[in-house]
């Protein structure tokens, strides 16, 4: 997202997560998040070394920053909207369910 509209842009993930600490604190995010990294035994270091790493958990973290903080914003809700698209397509590779078990069949000779 290069639109100068997004308000994500210039923003570095460590000064979100510095900002909604000011703001909400450890116990508040995670309970709205439920992240492991927030619950228990919650340190900066850390928590931003899992978020870097793990984008499910960055892009819940990126929307609590939105609307914490950019709710007013109207290219708030496309960007939320975009994150969580992003978020239900499945990449190269993730392997792709199977519709359920079937038992191999037997062929005569």
């Not at 709205?32 to 899992?50: D, E, G, Q, V």
């Not at 892009?59 to 698209?85: G, M, Q, R």
Request: hydrophobic share 35%; aromatic share 8%; proline share 6%.
């Amino acid at each position: 997202m290069t639109n100068s509209n997004d308000p994500l842009h210039g923003i570095k993930l460590e000064q979100i997560l510095i900002e909604l600490e000011k703001e909400l604190g450890w116990e508040k995010m995670g309970q709205l998040l439920n992240i492991n990294c927030f619950l228990s035994n919650p340190r900066f270091k850390s928590s931003l070394k899992f978020l870097r790493t793990t984008p499910w958990a960055r892009s819940k973290v990126e929307i609590l920053y939105l609307k914490t903080f950019h709710k007013n914003n109207p290219a708030c809700k496309k960007l939320i909207n975009a994150i969580l698209e992003t978020k239900r397509v499945p990449s190269e590779n993730t392997p792709i369910k199977s519709k359920g078990f079937t038992w191999p069949t037997l062929k005569d000779k």
